[in-house]
C-alpha cells in the first residue's frame, strides 16, 4: 500500500488524511471558519504524526480543487505543489464532485450538489455507474430541484431526494482512487467567476 497526505480546503471544513501502509488516520474540522491558512499546517503535521509518517516518505500528495471557496481551494493546491516539488513526487487534484460520486452507490442517474450560497449551486451529473454526465453548471435551486434526480452532498441542504455524505470518508477513498490513474490535475475547478470579477465585469459595462 502507499504512503499519502491528501487535504481538502475546499469549503468551510478541512480535512486532513494521512496513510502510512495500513495506517490511516482522518483529522476533521467541521467549520474552519475560513481560516484554513492558519489551521492547514498544524493539522497536516498533527495527522502525519498520528500514523508516524513524514512527507518526505509520503508516494503522492493530493488536494481537493473545488469547486467552493476560491480561496481555500487555492491554499490547499498551493500546499500540495509546494510539497510535490520539494520532494519530487507525484501530486494529483480530485474535484469536490467526483471526491463525493466516488461514494455514491446508486442504481440510477444522480447529481451531486455543492452550495453556491443565495440558493444557488454548483452541480454536476453523473449516470448510475458512477461516470459524469456533462459538465458542470452553476443552477438556482429551481432549476436544480426540477430535474428531479437524486442529489448527493455534503452539506445540510433542504433538497428533495438529497441524501448527505460524510465528506472526510469520502476524502479518504478519492485519495486512494489516485493510486490507481483516476486523480486529475492542480488546476482549480471554477464552475462561474469570483463575485469581485463578475461585479467588475458589471462595472465596465456601465461605463
Known sequence: MSNFLAVDTSSRHLTVVAQKGSKKKVNYIADCAMNHSVALMDEIVRTLNDVGLTVAECDYFV????PGSFTGIRIGISCVKGYAVALGKSAYGVTTFDMLSYNVNSDCDYLIAVDAGRG??????????GNKDGEAAFLSEEKLNSL???????????????????VENCLC??????????????SALYVKKPQAEEEREARLKRV
Request: net charge negative; with cysteine; aromatic share 12%.
Open 120 to 129: 444557488n449551486y454548483y452541480v454536476c451529473a453523473y449516470s448510475a455507474d
Open 173 to 186: 477513498v478519492a485519495a486512494e482512487k489516485c493510486q490507481s490513474g483516476e486523480g486529475g490535475g492542480l
Open 63 to 66: 488536494a481537493v480543487t473545488g
Open 148 to 166: 428531479g434526480r437524486p442529489v448527493y452532498g455534503f452539506e445540510e441542504l433542504s433538497l428533495p431526494l438529497y441524501t448527505r455524505l460524510k
